[in-house]
């Protein structure tokens, strides 16, 4: 089975409203498997919302009813909530960083995404971020959408 693990700027798109937002959707129409995502995923999905509140780029409300079908999705399997060994992720980000930031410009949790995504053995890297894209791509992670 193909795993697609998920970062923050796709849920964001897949559960908000933004530019991506149909792309996202359009993407996930046509999967048959569950997206990957860890306990990252989960928190940093909803700080993203709570700072989208604060920025006024979205209200309370939009906000509150995206966490709530965000967590609708995990309890149904839509989204697959994985555990991950996150002492091995911080190793295999520290060797990615080493390799590829001084070059690439990556920023930390754009590392952490892209190592998370290889500690779950993931084969697609779902992201609208372009450098972290770039970054996935570099290591042998398939980029989508």
Known sequence: MAVSFADTSFLFSLYGNDAHTASAKAW????????????????????????A??????????????????????QSGYLQLTPCDYSAVIEDANRLSTRYTSVGGHRSFDVLRVATARIVKSSAFLSFDANQRKLASAVGLAVAP
């Open 53 to 74: 509140v604060f920025r006024r780029f979205i209200l309370q409300t939009d906000a509150e009813s995206a966490q709530i079908a965000f967590e609708a999705d995990i």
């Open 28 to 51: 996930m129409r046509q999967r048959t498997q569950p997206i990957t995502i860890t306990t990252l995923n989960r928190y940093e999905f909803g700080n993203a919302m709570r700072f």
